[in-house]
């Protein structure tokens, strides 16, 4: 990765105390689902807590970053601190501006990327951006072959605990459009592009965590 200029004080910026909660149990599942696979796009990077982490813990991976336009910043800034560390990881990339909504044709997207991870979107996502994001994967990434998505989830229309429903109504309150979506739906959009469950896996906070392969 490019030593380049740092634009924020590590200090200032966001924090997810969440990611550093949850990074570890999910480096677990990671570290089995992507042993196979050689470059890995993460879809939401967010505050980039996770890519660096993942990153360093997964060396043989290419870790790449993106999310929406206006997060660029804050993932480029925490990419960059990393950077300029002694122990810093080689293979993390800074990120692609990519809305899942629109046509993949970035550059930078390569075509050997063949694992994605994404977590904690989902349910920020109203359903067509959903439906949009698998159907991505099918266009843009032909050598997908594992899909890990980190979240909660329903089972056949049930919320798993009061804590998420109090979180649905949470999301629904700031936006309709968004809610945690029933694991048998998003099973569904994944076998339309090729996509198989292979485990689902408890996480904390009553999150899940969903590895698919293809083929």
């Not at 470059?39 to 980039?48: D, R």
């Not at 993106?66 to 810093?88: F, T, V, W």
Request: aromatic share 8%; hydrophobic share 40%; with cysteine.
């Amino acid at each position: 990765m490019p030593r380049l200029p740092i634009a924020q004080p590590l200090s200032q910026l966001p924090f997810s105390q969440a990611c550093e909660n949850n990074k570890a149990p999910i480096l677990a599942v990671l570290t089995q689902a992507f042993s196979l696979n050689q470059h890995v796009l993460e879809i939401g990077s967010g505050t980039a807590q996770h890519a660096v982490y993942f990153a360093a813990s997964l060396p043989h991976l290419i870790w790449q970053t993106s999310d929406q336009a206006e997060y660029i910043e804050i993932i480029s800034a925490r990419c960059m601190h990393e950077g300029k560390l002694p122990n810093a990881a080689a293979n993390l990339r800074l990120p692609l501006t990519l809305d899942v909504t629109a046509p993949w044709l970035v550059e930078g997207l390569t075509p050997d990327i063949d694992g994605v991870f994404t977590a904690n979107t989902l349910h920020i996502m109203s359903k067509n951006m959903v439906g949009a994001f698998f159907t991505g994967l099918g266009l843009y990434l032909p050598q997908l072959k594992t899909l890990c998505i980190y979240g909660p989830f329903n089972y056949q229309g049930e919320f798993s605990s009061d804590s998420n429903h109090q979180f649905d109504t949470f999301l629904k309150q700031r936006d309709p459009a968004s809610g945690i979506r029933d694991i048998e739906w998003i099973c569904s959009l994944a076998s339309k592009q090729g996509l198989t469950l292979e485990q689902d896996v408890a996480m904390p906070a009553n999150n899940r965590l969903l590895h698919f392969v293809r083929g």
